[in-house]
């Protein structure tokens, strides 16, 4: 009985993209902060939203959560932080 290997890597390829440029200031910006749904994702993004009002002024802060980090977020979540400034994402465990 002949065997069949399967390679379980993604080949699919990309067109390299340009990042988007740096914001100057975070002081009056409008920030997203993403808990995957980790544990302890959240505890850390209660601490990094308090420090990003104290020390850099941020303008306003959205939280939203993947339902689940073991796939891509929804559409629906996406287009929730459209129009903000910048996007952290909560990696814990």
Request: no cysteine.
């Amino acid at each position: 009985m002949p065997i069949t290997l399967v390679n379980p890597m993604n080949e699919t390829t990309h067109p390299a993209a340009a990042a988007p440029p740096r914001l100057a200031t975070l002081a009056g910006k409008t920030l997203a902060l993403v808990d995957i749904s980790k544990p302890g994702g959240a505890v850390f993004l209660d601490r990094l939203e308090g420090l990003l009002r104290e020390r850099y002024a941020v303008g306003r802060v959205i939280r939203e959560s993947k339902p689940t980090f073991t796939r891509p977020a929804p559409e629906s979540l996406i287009e929730k932080l459209r129009g903000v400034d910048a996007v952290v994402e909560a990696l814990a465990d």
